[in-house]
């Protein structure tokens, strides 16, 4: 049938104005459908994206066929996509940088880590003699000991320094940083894991989940399984970091990977965590010998004698739960340190320069000539600096690392 010309004009008007209506009345639908989301979605707590609505009134205006998806699914998702990105930003923010981390995240699952540190566990070398003259500069009768303990270092051929962080950790760090430098063992993960679990599986030994974990949620002491999961994963990480470092032939690049991973957050809380283990089992160890009347060193003769540590228990109360948290390495943990590690301890105590004890050894051994600093300690000794018994710092006798760094 055809239609004369303006009847078939007035019929296509008709149907566009209709259209033209549909999609008004389409855009006002969907706009009052969308206002209790503007409404009642703040109110959930979440982020409304705007921009999300406006493209789902896009949706609306542009009258997609239903081929293409509907203005609620494309709505929907782009609220949840917003939503997504937001977190992933944020958790973006939050990573380190460092890809080789992978090794730490079993480890540090579940803790709260401190990320706003910006003050260097282990800093670069500093020129020994430079760093006395800058930080002893005054007159007073306290600078001039602690230059002239220095310049005694100097004088054994001493020529730089690591400054250590100085928290209730840096006697254990101190001594960590040079044991890696030079290359020294650790006990095995499986010996001190072994003297841990075997105490624990005594029902006498339950005592040992009150071990302090830092950081973590307390939960985790109140299963006797769960202790012992997390100790294997810290001893494992540390094992595995450790080991890494340690087959690095070159002391320059030993170094270098030492300071980057004591320089790590999760790297510095995994190392004084699995250096502490290591202690409490040798501890176990030396109790069980002194109750077998077995020989046992003259420092670990006197750890029953303590009113804080008569048995194995108290002294992890007492010291191990407190060390690096509330108090620092005492005398005995120093000495339990250096017998652990089957290398002595050798520490120049600069205020005490000019005295019998400006250098002490831990443990000391009786043949031991600890009274003279010489370059050829470093053969036979761990060897770090102290300015007041709470406060220990890394010397060292070679370059280790290129001059401009």
């Known amino acids: 049938m055809t239609y004369p010309t303006s009847n078939y004009s007035n019929i296509q008007w008709c149907l566009s104005t ?9 855009w006002v639908a969907g706009a009052i459908l969308t206002l209790p989301a503007i ?16 493209k789902a009134v896009e949706v609306w205006s542009k009258g997609q066929n239903s081929k293409t998806q509907t203005t609620d699914t494309i ?10 990105s937001h977190k992933e930003k944020k958790v973006s923010k939050n990573r380190p940088a ?3 981390l992978d090794l730490l995240k079993t480890y540090t699952d579940g803790m709260e880590i401190d990320r706003k540190k910006n003050n260097l566990a282990v800093t670069r070398r500093i020129d020994l003699k430079t760093y006395a003259e800058k930080e002893w500069a005054a007159n007073t009768e306290k600078a001039i000991r602690m230059k002239d303990g220095y310049a005694e270092a100097v004088k054994a051929g001493y020529q730089y320094v690591h400054n250590i962080r100085g928290d209730n950790y840096c006697g254990l760090r101190a001594t960590l940083f040079k044991v890696l430098s030079k290359g020294l063992q650790f006990p095995s993960k499986k010996t001190t894991l072994d003297y841990l679990v075997k105490e624990m599986n005594n029902q006498e030994g339950h005592w040992l989940c009150n071990w302090k974990f830092l950081n973590t949620a ?19 990480a540390f094992e595995e970091e450790t080991t890494h470092v340690l087959q690095i032939e070159s002391p320059g690049e030993r170094i270098e990977e030492t300071l980057k991973l004591m320089n790590r957050v999760e790297g510095d809380i995994l190392l004084m965590e699995a250096i502490k283990l ?16 077995e020989d046992v060193p003259e420092f670990a003769v006197l750890m029953p004698f303590r009113d804080t540590s008569p048995n194995s228990k108290e002294f992890m109360i007492n010291h191990m739960n407190t060390l690096g948290d509330t108090g620092g390495a005492e005398q005995m943990e120093m000495c339990l340190l250096g017998y652990m590690l089957g290398t002595p301890i050798k520490v120049v105590r600069c205020k005490s320069f000019g005295q019998v004890d400006f250098i002490t ?8 000539t600890n009274k003279i600093l010489r370059r050829e300690c470093e053969n036979e000794y761990i060897v ?14 070679s370059p280790w690392l290129k001059e401009n760094e």
């Open 18 to 26: 209709s259209v033209k209506v549909f999609k008004s009345i389409a």
């Open 39 to 54: 409404v009642i979605y703040p109110c959930t707590g979440k982020n409304l994206s705007w921009s999300a609505l406006k």
């Open 75 to 84: 709505a929907k998702r782009n609220l949840n996509s917003d939503s997504i």
């Open 98 to 100: 460092q890809k080789d």
């Open 218 to 236: 307390k939960e985790i002491e109140d299963n006797l399984e769960n202790v012992k999961k997390r100790m294997d994963t810290i001893l494992s």
């Open 278 to 293: 290591h202690m409490m089992a040798t501890v176990l160890d030396l109790y069980d010998k002194i109750n077998k009347k």
């Open 361 to 368: 050894t831990y443990p000391e051994h009786t043949a031991d």
């Open 384 to 397: 770090i600096i102290s300015e007041d018994d709470r406060h220990y710092n890394v010397i060292s006798t």
